[in-house]
């Protein structure tokens, strides 16, 4: 006769290796989508012809099945490289602002006034200002990648022969 002690213990046996195959189908589907973002995030600069661009292909990958650890970490990286965006976007502004033909103009003009070297000394100052925020910003962008690379290791995801970011 079986008694109820054994029918509780093969029923907890029972739960035990179903819930480990939980844990291992959880574990494979985090390690998959993991996966996914880091093959997709591996191309995200192929062919860009900015850094806004690179941010809206990473912006468009889906890491909604990952974990939630692995998604913060995708976030700041976006974020890093938004901040990349902005420094770019500075470039540019410097460009116009000391090498167009208004700043000739301004650069002529002040120097009547006796301010020769007035343009000169703003334009050094916003260049130094310039390679500051791209070395930070860069750094950044590679603390991040660290952070996410790490985590998906973690999973049991392999990273790309070649990173980008």
């Not at 109820?4 to 819930?19: G, P, T, W, Y």
């Not at 990952?66 to 938004?82: K, L």
Request: charged share 15%.
């Amino acid at each position: 006769m079986i008694t109820f002690k054994q029918v509780s213990f093969v029923m907890a046996i029972a739960a035990s290796i179903s819930l480990a195959g939980c844990g291992a189908m959880t574990a494979n589907k985090h390690r998959n989508a993991i996966q996914r973002v880091l093959d997709q995030n591996a191309r995200v600069t192929d062919n860009a012809t900015s850094v806004a661009q690179i941010v809206s292909r990473m912006r468009a990958i889906d890491y909604s099945n990952c974990p939630s650890d692995f998604r913060q970490a995708y976030v700041t990286h976006i974020h890093a490289w938004e901040m990349l965006a902005s420094v770019e976007t500075q470039a540019k502004q410097y460009g116009t602002n000391y090498f167009s033909g208004e700043a000739m103009i301004e650069s002529f003009i002040r120097g009547a006034m006796g301010d020769p070297f007035g343009k000169a000394q703003e334009a050094i100052a916003a260049k130094n200002q310039l390679q500051q925020s791209y070395q930070y910003t860069t750094n950044q962008i590679k603390l991040t990648l660290n952070r996410v690379e790490e985590i998906a290791v973690g999973y049991g995801a392999s990273l790309p022969a070649q990173t980008n970011q």
